[in-house]
């Protein structure tokens, strides 16, 4: 059984930095492309970043510059850390796993977990 468990959500002002962690289990993490999405009230869901097994990673244009995705493969743990946060980023942020080998931020993923909320505020 996949699990992925997000942490490190929460409330802050704009300017602001958060760092967001996902931990996995049920499944050999270093295989896989793994992502960040997220979810704002009334909108759908959208791509934010996603990296390679080997670390090679691919940001949507909104965060590029501001956000960085990074894996420790050895704890199967998931990271993104956000800089300069804007309202504009207040969302439901997920980390999932593609089983599929292509790896890119929009494509479609597989497992998720349950969210973490962030909130930055003007």
């Known amino acids: 059984q996949v699990q992925l468990e997000e942490s490190g959500g929460g409330s802050v002002q704009a300017g602001e930095s958060l760092r967001l962690s996902c931990e996995g289990s049920g499944f050999t993490y270093n295989r896989y492309c793994m992502g960040w999405f997220r979810q704002a009230p009334g909108k759908e869901r959208e791509g934010v970043a996603s990296?390679?097994?080997?670390?090679?990673?691919s940001y949507a244009d909104s965060v590029k510059g501001r956000f960085t995705i990074s894996r420790d493969n050895a704890k199967n743990a998931l990271y993104l850390e956000m800089n300069n946060l804007k309202p504009d980023d207040t969302a439901v942020y997920y980390c999932?796993?593609?089983?599929?080998?292509?790896?890119?931020?929009?494509?479609?993923?597989?497992?998720w977990g349950q969210g973490t909320q962030v909130t930055v505020s003007s």
């Open positions: 990296i390679t097994k080997d670390g090679s990673p």
């Open positions: 999932a796993l593609r089983s599929l080998s292509r790896c890119a931020w929009y494509l479609e993923y597989n497992y």
